[in-house]
């Protein structure tokens, strides 16, 4: 936080940190307006806030100063006679009252309506009189008695202690109350000469430094609360501006997305019908079922049609499968699964182009793994996008190994690994994000549209597993896809015959055949 009055060096905050200079700089301008439109130098709410806090400490203290004034006028009858005495204790007693009455004006006022200019002059005038009262039965000559300078000191040290902590958070103040009494004292002791006086006058004048400073850090102290609790009160009224902000900004996301779903749930109906009537007619064409092409160029034309509309429609379902995703549609059609198997099935299925690029798939799979409880469709997805995505960035001459395991808590894994390219530490969070792409990716002949990852890590999520991509440039790129243990299905013993059922009542009774079957067929149950 900056310090009140000071400048900020808006220079040595970072590029990125415009929001922070704006708030610094609208804060220094603020800062610098009230400052102009104040009389003390500080806000005109510190102001006001200032003499709130000297009319509350003058009203909680009005007891006490009362006391003071009728103990140190009996006392002072002593010296000083009873009628002396008297009318000083009644003239004390008055500007006290008027003290009191003033203070309660001003806390009954509202803020807008106080002028602080005319409300600390008046307070500041009050406590002249109160200091000049204090100082007229103080220097009374009392005359012989050597007590009367003792009684003179104390009585001084403790008026100037009690006003300088009342009206510290009015310095002015302190200092009209306390600087007359310690000046009359510390003159009379100078004028009475000798040794024992002057030290007397040494000391009221130190006594009075010191109040004094004190005074200056409670003022100060005050101040500096102040200026705390306004600044934590700008950054509440900032944060819930930021908030209402954000509320605002989610609410049209929200719509926006529900926007977004309604198109694209609308466009896939209109896109799919054209797109089957193309990509049927150019396989036909493709395949010359009636009679070959006059020009042989038409076959490759009609060949590149119905690949772009794989691609597009490809494309297509990948879109609505995120956007299904992002809307929290998507439902898993959840059953008992066999992770090895549909590993090996997209290993199948992608062998010939790997191949074709001259890239060698390695298949490392632990024995006897139990089945899964997942959806098939979307872990076959999985390893597919992880796969094609291997194939597609790895070199003529690569390796890429598919690992399927057990994890350490108990569930089970997924691993992808190629010698590719890699992806740089920074541009990780790129790739992961919706159709974003590496710089590796856009300088790659076969550019894709940045969903693969997405989706497989979304689908990955839906399953309450886990996905970590690990990369090292001009070393290679490894996904692992974990499985929680509660998805592992474990198998029981099958039933045995060795004994007759006993058929409960009211259950069917079963043939030999179904028997057997059923003693064949093993059981399954969820969990570990």
């Known amino acids: ?53 000297y009319a509350q400490n003058r009203l909680s203290a009005s007891l006490v100063i009362l006391l003071l004034v009728t103990t140190v006028g009996f006392l002072s009858s002593l010296w000083t006679g009873a009628v002396a005495a008297g009318a000083w204790t009644a003239s004390v007693l008055v500007i006290h009252a008027v003290f009191i009455t003033k203070c309660r004006q001003f806390l009954e006022l509202p803020m807008a309506e106080a002028s602080a200019r005319s409300w600390r002059t008046r307070f500041i005038v009050l406590d002249l009189f109160y200091g000049l009262a204090w100082m007229f039965i103080l220097v009374h000559p009392v005359g012989t008695d050597e007590n009367s300078g003792t009684f003179m000191l104390f009585v001084m040290l403790l008026v100037v202690a009690v006003s300088s902590m009342l009206a510290s958070s009015l310095p002015m103040a302190a200092i009209a109350a306390t600087f007359p009494v310690t000046a009359a004292i510390a003159l009379d002791f100078a004028l009475r000469g ?106 490759e034309y009609s060949s590149d ?73 979307a872990i076959r ?28 808590s108990g569930g089970q894994y997924m691993s992808c690994k190629d010698t590719g390219a890699g992806i740089p530490e920074e541009e990780i969070p790129i790739v992961l994000a919706s159709f974003g792409q590496g710089s590796n990716s856009i300088k790659s002949a076969e550019q894709g549209a940045g969903l693969g990852l997405p989706i497989a890590k979304s689908l990955v999520d839906l399953h309450g597993g886990t996905f970590v991509l690990k990369s090292k440039l001009r070393i290679g790129t490894e996904v692992i896809v974990t499985f929680p243990p509660e998805r592992v299905v474990a198998a029981m013993a099958p039933m045995t015959e060795h004994a007759p059922p006993i058929t409960p009542p009211g259950e069917p009774v079963l043939s030999p055949e179904e028997k057997r079957r059923l003693s064949r067929r093993p059981l399954f149950r969820v969990g570990t």
Request: with cysteine.
């Open 381 to 408: 997805q999985i390893c597919l996008n992880l796969l094609s995505n291997a194939i597609k960035f790895t070199p003529q001459g690569g390796e890429i190994w598919l690992k399927v395991g057990w994890t350490a």
């Open 194 to 299: 000798g040794l024992r006086n002057y030290i007397l006058a040494i000391m009221a004048v130190t006594a009075q430094g010191y109040f004094a400073v004190l005074a200056y850090r409670l003022y100060s102290t005050t101040l500096a609360t102040l200026h705390a609790r306004a600044e934590k009160d700008a950054l509440i009224g900032e944060l819930e501006q930021a908030k209402a902000i954000s509320d605002e900004a989610r609410r049209r996301a929200e719509a926006a997305n529900i926007s977004k779903s309604r198109f694209l749930a609308q466009m896939s109906h209109e896109l799919r019908t054209p797109l089957n009537a193309i990509l049927g007619f150019s396989e036909v064409m493709k395949t010359e079922v009636f009679g070959e092409h006059a020009v042989p160029a038409y076959k």
């Open 305 to 377: 049609i119905h690949n772009s509309g794989v691609h597009l429609l490809g494309l297509i379902n990948e879109i609505l499968d995120l956007s299904r995703i992002e809307a929290g549609r998507y439902e898993l059609n959840e059953e008992s699964v066999s992770l090895v198997a549909i590993v090996e099935d997209c290993h199948h299925l992608l062998k010939l182009r790997a191949t074709n690029r001259g890239i060698t798939i390695h298949d490392v799979f632990e024995s006897d793994l139990p089945r899964l409880w997942a959806d098939e469709r």
């Open 1 to 53: 936080m900056p310090i009140p009055g000071e400048q900020p060096d808006l220079t040595a905050l970072p590029p990125e940190s415009s929001p922070v200079k704006r708030r610094l700089a609208a804060q220094y301008v603020r800062e610098a307006r009230d400052r102009l439109t104040s009389s003390s130098g500080t806000r005109p709410a510190f102001d006001y806030e200032l003499l709130r806090l």
